[in-house]
């Protein structure tokens, strides 16, 4: 069983940043991948980034390359996803998921593109509005 907390959520204008936090407990940070994916009203769930941190691998939604990164720390079975220059139609509530024991960029962007997730947490929302 993994427990899984987001949070760091907030309004921001066009071209701000914004750092969401899941935080992970239950097992090891090893043992698993965490997803990020979003909800916009109207719209439905798409994958923004997925990460193992066994292996240091990572997908990202082509929308978000070069403007999100995801990290994680270890030591505090923490993921987390940068987001810079955001833009309106970055709006979402955003949610982080685990994935038991996937590894690797390819599968990285299967379980994003394919939403392979086993566990779940309340999301944070992000809203990007003047």
């Known amino acids: 069983e993994v427990q899984l907390q987001a949070s760091g959520g907030g309004l921001v204008q066009p071209g701000g940043s914004l750092t969401l936090s899941c935080a992970a407990s239950g097992r090891p940070l090893d043992d698993y991948a965490i997803g990020w994916f979003r909800q916009a009203p109207g719209k439905e769930r798409e994958g923004v980034s997925c990460?193992?941190?066994?292996?240091?691998?990572?997908y990202y939604l082509d929308s978000v390359k070069g403007r999100f990164t995801v990290s994680s720390d270890k030591a505090k079975n923490m993921v987390y996803l940068q987001m810079n220059n955001l833009k309106p139609e970055d709006t979402a509530v955003y949610y982080c998921?685990?994935?038991?024991?996937?590894?690797?960029?390819?599968?990285?962007?299967?379980?994003?593109?394919?939403?392979?997730?086993?566990?779940w947490g309340k999301g944070t929302l992000v809203t990007v509005s003047s």
């Open positions: 990460h193992a941190s066994s292996d240091g691998s990572a």
């Open positions: 998921a685990a994935s038991l024991g996937l590894v690797g960029t390819q599968t990285m962007g299967i379980m994003c593109r394919n939403t392979i997730t086993d566990f």
